[in-house]
């Protein structure tokens, strides 16, 4: 059996199991046909021309779990920032953990979409909001909804600054091994209102892990969202992460994408505009090795006036690893005073790494800025040989200059925390120790 | 300290360097002059150790030990410094994290700790007071948007900080204006001492005012044609480098 079949058949056991699932019978039901049309997506679609998910359609996932598991804070310490105080909703295998995690209602709610769903208090929100903002024909974000159960929940309510950031983790352990992971969040930040999220999958397990994950946020009139995922997973983890950002006037929505690890990374992240004068941001930094693969689809659909949105990408590749960059601008004809800035520069540190490219800009308004450029090169030789004739060694001049290559991405970083993780994360990769606090 | 025997090197299959003999003891300074394209900028290049240039013939001592199959930041790390015609612009780097990341590379090398913060801030506060820099400076990205002699000021104050045992001053001079200029000889001088060398590599005469020589080398076509006292330097200034072509 392919994987699309195990889950078919597996969505009839899951569809007939009491849980909070029962509350989106009709939404499921319509998500996991469009899922059965379409399958997986291959290589013959536009879309997914460089991402091949062959080898993951031949390898036997499960979708139920079989035991509970408890972690130890031990285990999985390292994997959560501990040196600033956070919200924290942890999921293990799938399942919520309430011992690693640090929910709240006071005022904000960070808790769990199962609650949600089954809770009349939050019916309202659900109904407005749930699967609204989610591409319905997207077979994998299609796929998620068909499975939707579990996940984060965070309500932000009018004029609420979140004061601590939220970190959302997912570990994937040996007890359940191969489990297909659908976590669901759902964020909603209502008028003025302000968080900053950190978002992580983990794997603990050698065997393989497929996370098909899908965010949806809405940030309504003149919300901050700062969000940032982690991602720096083992090399049989597969990961694809779907968010999708609704946007109204003056939210201003960044988020910034640390992809260090993982045998296949796909991140589709959307922005949509509903309104004028919004400003989005998105930026990332790759830096892998091996033979993995990380793949980065933007996408900003600019609908309205006098919005801006910034896009800045650095990639490193070494070794026989593989990247891709697709970045979609669309900005409609009402549109007009658009501010679109899009740049991806990446580095080939070895004969073998590769790198597609594509900025994808389709322009309907005829006042506006777009500007677009990305390049592909290799680190500077003079540069290396200045550095080398001060008395630092090749292999640290190298890391040195990677580090300034990336550096630019990290200066928005506004969690000191997540900057100083992201900083060490880099130098263990560069195998080098050196002051990094530029 | 330097000796360097019937040199010939140069890059992609092209000898730029014809047989250089140069002998470099503690305590000089030498001069090295010549015409656009004599190999000057090479020499100092070869000295210091790019990759890409290669030693066909002949040999580089320092301290008596062949440095030829060194890399670059090993023969940094033995005490040589180049001051480079053409410092790299580094984005994302500031002089004051570059300069430290070298200091503590080269403590290192020599199994020495990282110099304690408060020392490196300090002798950071001397070196740039000397060669009149200011601390904004000093947050910049590494010669990102300097001007010519902001570079070069930079330069000096990146060998008053690696206090080397033998400095070449690759056309240091270009780019300066007349007070530049002093503070970058007054940077120099103070590196001066019996066990230090340094080697200037000029087109004219005006730094070797500020900085004079022992020695006068001519250089042209990849060999020293003539040698001399610092009056050699005023003699070329005077008549030009044509008398020495033709006498080569």
Not at chain 1, 165 to 189: E, G, S, Y
Not at chain 1, 334 to 345: L, P, S
Not at chain 2, 63 to 82: C, M, Q, V
């Amino acid at each position: 059996m392919d994987l699309k079949e195990t889950l078919l058949s597996s969505y009839l056991a899951f569809d007939a199991q009491d849980g909070p699932q029962r509350k989106l019978q009709d939404e499921r039901a319509a998500a996991i046909e469009v899922f059965e049309q379409q399958g997986f997506p291959t290589i013959k679609q536009e879309d997914w021309k460089y991402t091949s998910l062959r080898t993951l359609t031949k390898t036997h996932f499960s979708v139920f779990p079989k035991e509970d598991v408890n972690l130890k804070l031990e285990e999985v310490k390292q994997y959560i920032l501990q040196d600033v105080d956070t919200y924290k909703i942890v999921f293990v295998d799938g399942v919520y953990n309430a011992y690693l995690s640090e929910t709240t209602h006071d005022g904000v709610d960070v808790c769990l979409l199962s609650a949600a769903l089954t809770k009349r208090k939050f019916a309202p929100v659900i109904k407005k909001y749930f699967n609204q903002i989610a591409d319905k024909e997207a077979s994998l974000t299609a796929l998620n909804t068909a499975f939707t159960k579990e996940g984060a929940y965070i309500y932000v309510p009018e004029g609420k600054v979140v004061e601590k950031p939220v970190q959302i983790i997912h570990f994937a352990t040996d007890k359940n091994p191969n489990m297909i992971l659908q976590p669901r969040n759902l964020i909603v930040l209502e008028k003025n209102a302000e968080i900053q999220i950190v978002e992580r999958h983990q794997s603990l397990t050698a065997e393989a892990t497929f996370s098909n994950v899908v965010t949806e946020i809405f940030t309504e009139q003149n919300a901050q969202l700062d969000y940032y995922k982690i991602q720096n997973d083992n090399v049989e983890a597969t990961l694809i992460d779907s968010t999708y950002i609704s946007q109204q006037k003056h939210s201003h929505a960044k988020v910034h994408t640390f992809s260090f690890g993982g045998k296949l990374t796909r991140n589709n992240l959307n922005f949509y505009h509903k309104a004028p004068e919004i400003n989005s941001t998105m930026k990332g930094i790759t830096l892998i090795e091996g033979k993995q693969f990380v793949d980065h689809h933007t996408l900003v659909h600019h609908a309205q006036p006098n919005s801006e949105s910034h896009q800045d990408y650095k990639g490193i590749y070494a070794e026989n690893a593989t990247g891709v960059f697709n970045g979609k601008i669309i900005v409609e004809k009402e549109a007009q005073k658009t501010n679109a800035f899009q740049q991806n520069n990446n580095i080939l540190m070895d004969d073998k790494a590769s790198i597609n490219t594509k900025p994808q800009l389709e322009i309907f308004a005829d006042d506006v800025k777009c500007s677009h450029g990305c390049t592909i090169g290799q680190l500077d030789e003079d540069a290396l040989f200045y550095l080398q004739s001060r008395g630092i060694p090749k292999k640290e001049a190298r890391g040195l200059l990677t580090y300034a290559f990336a550096n630019n991405v990290l200066q928005s970083v506004q969690i000191d925390s997540v900057k100083k993780r992201i900083n060490k994360l880099i130098a263990n990769k560069l195998g080098v120790n050196i002051g990094f606090d530029v | 300290m330097l000796s360097i025997d019937n040199l010939h090197a140069g890059c992609e299959g092209k000898t730029i360097l014809q047989g250089i003999n140069l002998d470099v003891k503690a305590g000089e300074v030498h001069a090295i002059m010549g015409p656009n394209g004599s190999g000057k900028s090479t020499l100092s290049t070869v000295i210091a150790g790019h990759e890409e240039y290669n030693v066909s013939q002949g040999s580089i001592l320092f301290n008596g030990d062949d440095i030829s199959e060194l890399s670059a930041d090993e023969r940094a790390h033995l005490g040589i410094f180049l001051s480079f015609q053409y410092p790299v612009e580094i984005p994302g780097v500031s002089v004051t994290n570059f300069i430290k990341t070298a200091i503590n590379q080269n403590r290192k090398a020599k199994g020495l700790d990282d110099m304690p913060a408060n020392e490196m801030l300090k002798k950071i506060r001397e070196k740039a007071a000397l060669l009149e820099i200011d601390s904004r400076f000093l947050s910049r990205s590494l010669n990102e948007g300097f001007s010519g002699g902001e570079k070069k000021r930079n330069e000096i104050f990146q060998m008053a900080m690696l206090e080397p045992k033998l400095a070449i001053l690759d056309e240091t001079d270009s780019g300066l204006d007349i007070d530049a200029l002093r503070i970058v000889a007054n940077g120099v001088n103070k590196l001066k001492g019996k066990d230090n060398a340094i080697v200037v590599i000029t087109h004219y005469q005006r730094l070797l005012d500020y900085i004079v020589p022992d020695f006068v080398h001519v250089l042209h076509e990849g060999r020293i044609v003539k040698s001399g006292t610092k009056d050699l330097a005023l003699e070329l200034e005077e008549k030009g480098y044509d008398w020495i072509k033709q006498g080569a």
